[in-house]
Nanobody, 121 residues
Framework: VQLQASGGGLVQAGGSLRLSCAAS????????VGWFRQAPGKEREFVAA????????YYEDSVRGRFTISKDSAKNTVYLQMNNLKPDDAAVYYC???????????????WGQGTLVTVSS
């Protein structure tokens, strides 16, 4: 499967962006789709994930309450709505898909190409 991430851009602190991750084929109900981010000089870190079948969502503590992950099954697409963005949120955001939920990269088998989010203070 191929994943296509999009929606990044430049936004002022306090602003919002919505990222999209479109899969090239139907996502099975057992699948998990997650978002990770990597800032310059830092390791890639978990942001959020959603179980495709149940819709159960997971968030990293620093984004909980500001970011919302959702899915559109008909479009095989996952969204990450990011509100009240902070300069620390600036990074390249990657979507990924796997068969088991996890907060490490090893849990995900397929990765999108990344989309850049820049937050100005």
């Amino acid at each position: 499967v191929q994943l296509q991430a999009s929606g990044g851009g430049l936004v002022q602190a306090g602003g919002s962006l919505r990222l999209s991750c479109a899969a090239s084929r139907r996502i099975y109900s057992s699948g998990v789709v997650g978002w990770f981010r990597q800032a310059p000089g830092k390791e890639r870190e978990f942001v959020a994930a959603i179980r495709w079948g149940s819709g159960i969502r997971y968030y990293e503590d620093s984004v909980r309450g500001r970011f919302t992950i959702s899915k559109d099954s008909a479009k095989n697409t996952v969204y990450l709505q990011m509100n009240n963005l902070k300069p620390d949120d600036a990074a390249v955001y990657y979507c990924a898909m796997g068969s088991e939920y996890g907060t490490t990269q090893a849990s995900y088998n397929y990765w999108g190409q990344g989309t850049l989010v820049t937050v100005s203070s």
